[in-house]
């Protein structure tokens, strides 16, 4: 497959002020990418620009290999965008309001009832295709949007917060359309919450102060922050002192289940000495581990420093 989308040393400057630096981002395959950053970061920016609404002061964009500024419209027909306030008319009926955006992806006269009644089933609001939008709850109203965003089967659709407003039952019906979605199209996702991106997302890139911090695999993003604990279950638990006596251990922590958390220190690879104490002293391990950094600590870790994208 070939690259759907390419950003190249894009910046962006709204005033005296860069609100994005020095972008690169390059995507070439099917699946859920998140763009992650706390409110204020820069992801409206970069899908604005990516999607033509926005000129960048500095950079280029090509959707499958086409400029966006250089040729708006083939570029435009190659790609879906669900806004972060939805681009809804209200006194339209669902059926109306993909007529009108069928028309505005200047899909044939001939093939637009098939489009509208496609983009419709996929989005599971073919039953509510004669109702007023005014008059649909916010989880229907975002596949409105989003059946927008696809009704010209786009290579590349970008979702700009697509879940914030919704409640957690509409939260779980949005997921699921967006992995339908992203088995055939390319999904550019942005969000503020780790947890949504964690779930949906097959690549993360990080944003914060305008800059990529973080750019991977998911998994690559949870192993990310190095372990600083270990969790070891001992059938003969053995006094403070003796833990804290091992070179590296900073704090043990005495929990439930005969088991002991193990702080140590940056740097320090303290788990086979504490094996080669057990046996010397007769500890009875059953169970040590390395205790992966929660989620949110590598998202604080990496908010309040640069890294090196890859
Ligand atoms: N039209 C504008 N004029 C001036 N500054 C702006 C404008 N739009 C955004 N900014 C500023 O640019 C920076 C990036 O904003 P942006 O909306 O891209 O962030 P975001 O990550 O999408 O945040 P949020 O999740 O809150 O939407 C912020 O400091 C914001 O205040």
Redesign the pocket.
Known sequence: MSTILKIENLSHK??SSW??RDINIELDQHGVVGLL??????????MNIVCGVLKPTEGKVWIDGIDIRQQPELAKAKLGFLP?TLPLYLDFTVEEYLTYAADLRFIPKQKVKAAVHEAMEKCGIGHFSSRLIKNLSGGYRQRAGIAQAIIHKPELIIL??PTNGLDPNQIIEARKLIREIAAEHTVLL?S?VLSEINILCRDIIM?EG?RIVFSDTMDAFNNYVQPQTLLVRLENMPAEESLMAIPGVTKVQFLADKQVRVYFEDGADIAELVVAKSIQQNWRLKEINYEKSLLDDVFKQLSTQSIPTN
């Open positions: 709204y005033t609100a994005v950053g706390s409110n204020g970061a820069g992801k409206s920016t970069i972060q700009d917060e942005s503020h944003i305008g």
